[in-house]
């Protein structure tokens, strides 16, 4: 087998080895600079509060795994995890209702969890100020994991299966030849490795640097501090507990002030959020060698006791028992946030065999660590992680400056309420469309995606509301739905229906793959033939090794060696640069080359039925269905700028994108803009895009589906050229699946009421009972109707009535036939 060579002897390091040693993976070596009985990286002093759920079903269920796995190591008859269960408090009207929405989370997930009253929350926690509680939120399943405990116990099992552990010994540097990793440098010596999976914690930037990698964490102090025995617990015995579990009562979590508990025996555990944030660079704390203990060790720094002063008054008030006590001991622990708040798994895009897997929280250890495994032995892991995936940032967003300032505002928010399309306040505008000017003067408001600005309205718009016809009013929302969101988009929506109307498209992914091979890439990793002649476009698919969709692109021939994608993210550039790379390095004469042109190029949506009265105004190409019929693409003249093209519509209308080079931009905005006045055309935004494009069944890859689903179940296996000879990615996995009958599938919803609106992530109940969760919703304009899209059992059918949980309400809806909106394709093909 590969020689694997683990940095770090933390809780996600030994979990790693311990899920590769299980795999039949042999030759393994944990290096780890800190003695192996108490290694000195943030597990050592892990307070170890597992609190399950997020709005990420990911990242819910990595944590789930990480307490089956605690569950599941055992010595002396004793396991590794408390199971205590978790108590998130309200003390205001809005934590209330997030806590509603978290439940909804909870049950899309699969997670056991119940609403609770003060009452109850009191009956479960006596030590609660019944004065500030206004309800709670319970998870039975919560609970404490023991993370050094469990450390020491991976590393004797994995030692008896014959991983070999280096302790006392750091890494300074890392051997290389020709992009592939051959070695670790310590100061023993090398030792060898095919694969390096750096599990260094919040030293991830250090250890990315000895390869030129940025890794994308910040190491920030957090404080924690223990507090003397409160006398009201005296008589508890919680200490006689076995193995460390010493505590009884849930753990606790009160948002509303940044605080969280556990109890300690008879004591008191307090970590806090609400404090300024405190970057550390992990260089400047010395690596270690022998000298660690308890209070020693170098993820731990001097408490700063004014910094908690807050945190302690308020805890006083919340568990008044607290006033009893007095800190008995505390300190700022070190550990690793990111800009988005997940953690980094997967290989470095530029250098093969270099993995990290870094800024994991001890709740999502063993399921990130299992993922690891899965990918490296299997080509793909049953939970999707996509969303952690090193390669997901763009290049602006891995600078130093980037990362400290969007780290720290996540160590901030980390308890905060934020709204599902709450954009970051800073940094902005660092990547704008050519049209952006224009943007801004026509009342754009933007939201912020992949740091690119991206309107989604335009309050230019706002007096069609006057003359928009009774059937297209808006109705009115909830509070909360209509946070970043105006009714404008109901009149941007009409108008594409029945004018036309230009997109700013800029912000999509779009690549070129050039070179002798690159058909054969293209051919060897989608599950379309593409080698249709220059002209064709192609939807088609990229899979894992499992069948699980990777992503979904469009890939347009514009030469024999020439071609672009239009794809969904970062990763899918890291994806394709590297497979490029191999190729290219396996049969040179076969070689293909993969460059990122987004943001060289701008890109306008024209779409509505109006649309080609707009482009015949401006160009004297031929743009009838038979000069460009539709998904075909070609070169053509607007006004003078020479673009690129595309027959394709996200929005179901006629009309094409149409792409330049970024210095035409303006122009080509500008022309297309007065071209277009006469015929009703107006700018619109993202909102209403993402509304016609549900109406019309688009999906988008990441939302409503994932490596977890198959074509089929996703209802993309239209995607799949049953007919396409060559092997392809997935293919013989997909074959298997594509036999069997899909259990679960993508469905569409509509909400029966016509008014109630959904965003994503409910719950979805049949016959009272959870079933599912929604993917996507928007309001459906044309059809009048909230649509949702859902993934439900295979067995439930259209017609069949099912219930939307949104903030504890129960909405009605129906599984209906899609795409809801021109199923034959009229608007399209004329
Ligand atoms: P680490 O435990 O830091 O392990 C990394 C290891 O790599 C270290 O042992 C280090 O010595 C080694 N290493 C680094 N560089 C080198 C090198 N060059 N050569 C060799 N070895 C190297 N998480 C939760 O889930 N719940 C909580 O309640 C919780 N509370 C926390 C409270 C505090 C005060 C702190 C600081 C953190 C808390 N965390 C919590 C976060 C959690 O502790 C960490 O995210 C987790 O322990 C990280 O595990 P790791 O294995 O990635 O890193």
């Known amino acids: 087998s590969q020689r694997v060579v683990i940095i770090g002897a933390g809780i996600v390091g030994t979990n790693l080895a311990d899920e590769l040693v299980s795999r039949g993976w042999k030759d393994i070596t944990v290096v780890e600079q800190g003695p192996l009985h108490m290694p000195g990286g943030s597990t050592s002093h892990a307070p170890g509060l597992v609190f399950q759920t997020t709005g990420s079903k990911t990242m819910t269920h990595l944590a789930r795994y990480t307490i089956q796995k605690l569950q599941s190591l055992e010595k002396d008859g004793h396991d590794c995890f408390n199971q205590v269960g ?46 500030l509680v206004l ?27 014959g991983v070999r552990y280096l302790g006392s010994t750091p890494v300074t540097g890392i051997q290389q030849v020709n992009r592939r990793v ?19 914690g919040f030293w991830g930037v ?67 959020y609400g404090h300024k944030p405190m970057p550390v660079v992990a260089a400047s704390l010395g690596l270690t060698t022998d000298h660690v203990d308890e209070q020693n060790m170098p993820s731990r720094l001097e408490f700063t006791p004014q910094d908690f002063d807050p945190a302690w008054k308020l805890s006083q008030e919340v568990l008044p028992a607290l006033q009893q006590t007095q800190i008995a001991d505390g300190f700022n622990g070190i550990f690793s946030f990111t800009p988005d708040g997940g953690p980094l798994i997967g290989q470095a895009p530029n250098l093969d065999g270099f993995y990290v897997a870094e800024a994991v929280w001890v709740t999502h250890s063993a399921g990130v660590a299992r993922a690891v495994a899965e990918i490296l032995t299997t080509g793909g892991s049953q939970i999707d992680v996509s969303e952690c995936e090193l390669s ?22 980390v308890y905060d309420i934020i709204h599902p399309l709450q954009p970051k306040e800073s940094p902005r505008n660092l990547r704008t469309s050519p049209f952006y000017a224009r943007q801004r003067e026509l009342g754009a408001f933007f939201l912020e995606l992949g740091a690119w600005e991206r309107p989604y309205w335009y309050e230019a718009n706002a007096d069609l509301l006057k003359c928009l016809p009774a059937q297209w009013q808006p109705v009115g929302r909830d509070a909360w739905s209509a946070r970043y969101y105006s009714p404008i988009t109901a009149a941007e929506a009409w108008k594409t229906r029945n004018a036309v109307a230009m997109y700013d498209m800029t912000s999509f992914h779009r690549f070129e793959v050039s070179g002798p091979g690159a058909l054969h890439l293209l051919q060897r990793l989608t599950t379309s033939d593409v080698t ?91 743009f009838s269905s038979k000069g460009l019929p539709y998904f075909s693409v070609k070169r053509a003249t607007i006004s003078g700028i020479p673009v690129t093209v595309f027959r394709k519509s996200y929005v179901g209308e006629l009309g094409w994108e149409i792409q330049a080079t970024a210095e035409y931009g303006q122009q080509l905005w500008d022309k297309i803009y007065k071209a277009g006045k006469p015929h009703g055309l107006i700018p619109a ?38 007919s396409k000879k060559e092997d392809y990615v997935g293919k013989a996995a997909l074959q298997h699946r594509a036999k069997q009958t899909p259990s679960r599938r993508l469905r569409c919803l509509t909400v029966n009421d016509g008014r109630s609106m959904v965003l994503g992530k409910e719950p979805v109940f049949y016959n009272n009972e959870p079933v599912g969760y929604v993917t996507s919703a928007a ?52």
């Open 392 to 413: 997901r940032f763009e290049d602006v967003q891995l600078s130093r400056a980037y990362v400290n300032e969007t780290s720290q505002q996540n160590f901030v928010e």
């Open 779 to 830: 309001f459906g304009y044309t059809v009048r109707k909230p649509v949702a899209y859902a993934w439900l059992p295979g067995k439930i059918s259209e017609g069949e009535a099912v219930e939307i949980e949104y903030f504890g309400r129960r909405i009605q809806a129906t599984v209906t036939a899609e795409p809801l909106y021109d199923p034959n394709m009229s608007r399209l093909f004329n």
């Open 86 to 131: 978790g108590l998130e408090i309200a003390t205001t009207p809005a934590r209330l209702e997030e806590l509603k929405r978290k439940h909804g989370y909870a049950t899309s997930w699969g997670i056991d969890a119940r609403l609770v009253s003060a009452e109850q929350c009191l009956d479960m926690y006596p030590l609660l100020n019944k004065d």
């Open 135 to 161: 309800g709670g939120l319970h998870i039975p399943s919560d609970g404490l994991a023991l993370a050094a405990r469990a450390t020491q116990l991976l590393i004797e099992r994995t030692s008896k299966a």
């Open 532 to 622: 249709a002649k220059a002209g064709a476009m192609t939807y088609t698919l990229l899979l894992n090794d499992h069948g699980g969709i990777r992503s979904d692109i469009f890939v347009s021939r514009l030469d024999d060696n020439l071609f672009q994608i239009g794809a969904n993210a970062a990763t899918d550039l890291a994806y394709l640069a590297r497979e490029a790379r191999y190729q290219s390095q396996h049969s040179p004469s076969q070689w293909a080359q993969v460059r990122d042109i987004t943001g060289s190029t701008c890109c306008i949506g024209l779409w509505g039925p109006r649309a080609r009265d707009v482009i015949n105004a401006v160009s004297t190409d031929d």
């Open 206 to 272: 250090e250890l990315g640097a000895m390869v030129g990698v940025s890794i994308p964490l910040l190491p920030l102090a957090h404080q924690y501090a223990k507090t003397t025995a409160v006398p009201a617990l005296a008589g508890c015995d919680i200490n006689d507990l076995p193995n460390g579990k010493n505590a009884i009562r849930p753990i606790l979590r009160y948002q509303d002030q940044d605080l969280y508990y556990r109890e300690h025996g008879g004591q008191y555990g307090i970590g806090y």
């Open 182 to 200: 051959t070695g670790v440098i310590t100061p023993g010596g090398i030792v060898p490795a095919d694969i390096i999976i750096s599990c260094a």
């Open 685 to 722: 935004g993202r909102a209403a895009f993402n509304a016609l494009r549900l109406e019309k069944g688009y999906r988008t890859w990441g939302t409503d589906m994932t490596t977890e689903h198959s074509p089929y179940e996703a209802g993309v296996g239209f995607a799949v050229q049953a």
